[in-house]
């Protein structure tokens, strides 16, 4: 594959080597792209990078990711809670174990002796802080997941799928 390059005075055009550069990119805007979670979802191996807006709703809804070895290593997605209702919203890692780790924003003192566990499922549960926040990252073996939340209680995590 020929490199890319992006200049100003240039526009784009192709020049030896491989790869993009964007040269001065003024003008240019990258987007990741939106998923709209509302309802039982399953995502693929094509599926990243997005960014997966979750809507909970009064009856559980589950997000199914590919398997670390079909994701391939360097996967990932961002998961926001967009919208909290009654019921959990979990994210089934299939038949892989996920290394997480759940950051508090009030430091963990809410409970939460181990934060740091190897789970299959992770969930929003009822009534999490809006703008919680899973990122999933595969190293094509395992899944690495940092959730973001109020307290520990609003991030539950399991060993069986869902």
């Given at each position: 594959?020929?490199?890319?390059?992006?200049?100003?005075s240039?526009?784009?055009?192709?020049?030896?080597?491989?790869?993009?550069?964007?040269?001065?990119?003024?003008?240019?805007?990258?987007?990741?792209?939106?998923?709209?979670?509302?309802?039982?979802?399953?995502?693929?191996?094509?599926?990243?990078?997005?960014?997966?807006?979750?809507?909970?709703?009064?009856?559980?809804?589950?997000?199914?990711?590919?398997?670390?070895?079909?994701a391939?290593?360097?996967?990932?997605?961002?998961?926001?809670?967009?919208?909290?209702?009654?019921?959990?919203?979990?994210?089934?890692?299939?038949?892989?174990?996920?290394?997480?780790?759940?950051?508090?924003?009030?430091?963990?003192?809410?409970?939460?002796?181990?934060?740091?566990?190897?789970?299959?499922?992770?969930?929003f549960?009822?009534?999490?802080?809006?703008?919680?926040?899973?990122?999933?990252?595969?190293?094509?073996?395992?899944?690495?997941?940092?959730?973001?939340?109020?307290?520990?209680?609003?991030?539950?995590?399991?060993?069986?799928?869902?």
């Amino acid at each position: 594959m020929p490199k890319v390059r992006y200049t100003a005075s240039k526009g784009l055009f192709q020049e030896s080597g491989s790869g993009v550069a964007l040269v001065d990119p003024s003008g240019v805007t990258m987007r990741r792209k939106v998923i709209a979670w509302t309802a039982d979802k399953t995502l693929t191996s094509a599926d990243s990078g997005a960014l997966v807006f979750c809507t909970q709703t009064s009856t559980a809804i589950d997000l199914e990711i590919p398997t670390a070895a079909a994701a391939g290593s360097g996967w990932f997605v961002d998961v926001i809670l967009k919208t909290a209702s009654t019921a959990a919203a979990n994210i089934d890692t299939q038949a892989d174990s996920s290394l997480v780790f759940i950051h508090c924003a009030d430091g963990g003192t809410d409970s939460a002796a181990d934060t740091v566990e190897t789970k299959r499922t992770i969930s929003f549960s009822a009534d999490a802080t809006v703008n919680s926040r899973i990122n999933i990252v595969s190293d094509g073996s395992v899944y690495f997941v940092r959730g973001f939340t109020g307290t520990t209680a609003e991030i539950a995590i399991a060993d069986t799928g869902v």
